[in-house]
C-alpha cells in the first residue's frame, strides 16, 4: 500500500479531508506508525495463539494457514516500518510487497479447506472478484506500478470469488457458523480497495478499520470451526 | 576442495545419509548459483551492494533454496522426517558455503566480526530452510494446495530474509540488533514448538 501519489485530483480530495478532520502531516505519520506497531504486534500475537489453538478446532489446518496469513503479513508490515526508520523514505517495490501480497495465498488455501470448491460459484462472487478487477485497473491507470497492482489485484479477486462462494455455501446447515468469517473477509477486502484509494488521514482510518477486520476474521474463523 | 570432497564421500554412503549428503550438496550448489544470479540482477538493476542486499538477494536465494525441496516434494513424495531433514541439509549447506565464502574473502583483519555474521547469517539461513520444510510438512497433508501454498512460503521466508539483511546493512546498534535476531527466532521457535507438542 505504499503506492505513490501522483494524481493531482486525488491529493486535493485527500488534503482537504485532512483539514477537515483537523490532521497535520506530521499526525499522519505518527498515527500511520502507531496503527502499524498496534498492527504488528496483534498479529502475532494472535498468530501463534491460533496455531496453539489450532488442535482444538475441527480443521486445524485452515486455521494455521490463516495464522501464517496474518503472520506473513505483520512481518511485511515489520520490514515495511523498519526500512522507512532505517532509510528515512518509504520502500517503493520490496519484500513487504511480497509478504503482503504472499499473505493472501495462506487465506485463499484456508478458504478452500473449509469446503469452497465442492459446491457451485454463485454469481455474486464473480461480482466481487470483477468489481475488485476493475477497481484495481482503474487505480492502476491513475498512478503506482502497473504490474504491481496487477499482482496485488489477482489474489484479492481470487479471494473475493472465495468468500463470495463461502457466503453461498453458508446457506447449508453445515457451514452456517462460517457466514461471519466470510462476511469479515468481504469487509477486509473492502477495507483494503479503500486503503488504495486513500491518503492522509483517511488511509489510517481505513488502515485502523482493516486491521478489526483481519481480527475479527481469526475469531470468527476460531468459532465457526470450534468445537 | 570441500565441495570435492563431500562429492568423492558421496558414493560410499547409503540411504538415510547419502540424501543428507545430497541436499547438503545440493545447498552448496544453490549458494554458488545463487551468487551469480546477485551478480547479475545487480548489474542489471544498477543498484548499490547494499541495495541489492536488501531487495534482490532475499528473492534470488529463497527461491533458489525452495526449488530443490519443492522438486524432492512434488516428485518423491517423501516423509515428513525425510523432507525436513532435507530442509535441514539445503539450509546448513548454503550457510556453510557462503560463510567460507564470506571468511575468505573478508580476510583475518577483523576476524570477530566476521564471525559473528558468519554465524547470525548461518542461523538465518538455516531457519528459513526449516521454515520452508515446515511448511511443506504441512502442504502435504492438502496435495491440492501445493501450488499456492509454497508461494506464501516463500514469501514468508523471503520476507524474513530481509528483514535480517536490512538491519545488518545499517551501522551502529541496528546491526548488533540484526545479528542477534537469527539466534532469538530460533530460541522461540524451538521454544513453541516444544509448547506445542506439550499442548
Known sequence: MNLALDCNILYVIFTKTNIILKGSVIDFFVLETVVTVIQIISFFTLGFWLVIKSKDTKNPIAVCFLAMRIMCFALGSLYYELFYLLKKAPPYVSAADVAWIGSFYFIIASCYLLGIKSHKTPFYAYFFAGAIVVVMLIISLLYGHFILNLLWAIPMAVLAKCAGEGVYISKNEEYKRLLPFFISIIMSLFYELMMFLSWGMVYVIFDALWTVGIISTVLTLYKGVGD | ?199
Open chain 2, 1 to 199: 576442495m570441500y565441495y570435492y570432497a563431500l562429492i568423492v564421500a558421496f558414493p560410499s554412503v547409503k540411504s538415510e545419509s547419502r540424501r543428507f549428503l545430497g541436499f547438503l550438496i545440493s545447498g552448496i550448489c544453490v549458494c554458488l548459483l545463487s551468487a551469480y544470479t546477485n551478480s547479475f540482477f545487480m548489474a542489471v538493476s544498477g543498484l548499490s551492494y547494499d541495495d541489492t542486499a536488501v531487495f534482490i538477494t532475499p528473492v534470488c536465494e529463497e527461491i533458489l533454496k525452495l526449488l530443490p525441496l519443492l522438486f524432492y516434494f512434488l516428485v518423491f513424495e517423501p516423509s515428513p522426517d525425510s523432507l525436513f531433514s532435507s530442509a535441514v541439509a539445503v539450509g546448513v549447506g548454503f550457510a556453510t558455503f557462503e560463510n567460507c565464502c564470506y571468511l575468505l574473502s573478508s580476510g583475518a583483519g577483523n576476524i570477530s566480526f566476521v564471525l559473528i555474521r558468519g554465524l547470525s547469517a548461518g542461523v538465518m539461513h538455516t531457519i528459513c530452510a526449516l521454515a520452508a520444510g515446515y511448511g511443506l510438512i504441512y502442504i502435504s497433508k492438502v496435495k491440492q494446495m501445493a501450488a499456492i501454498g509454497a508461494l506464501g512460503i516463500l514469501a514468508l521466508t523471503v520476507t524474513y530474509h530481509a528483514v535480517f539483511n536490512l538491519l545488518v546493512s545499517v551501522e551502529g546498534i541496528t546491526r548488533y540488533v540484526g545479528f542477534a535476531l537469527p539466534l532469538a527466532t530460533a530460541l522461540c521457535w524451538f521454544a513453541f514448538i516444544k509448547k506445542i507438542k506439550v499442548s
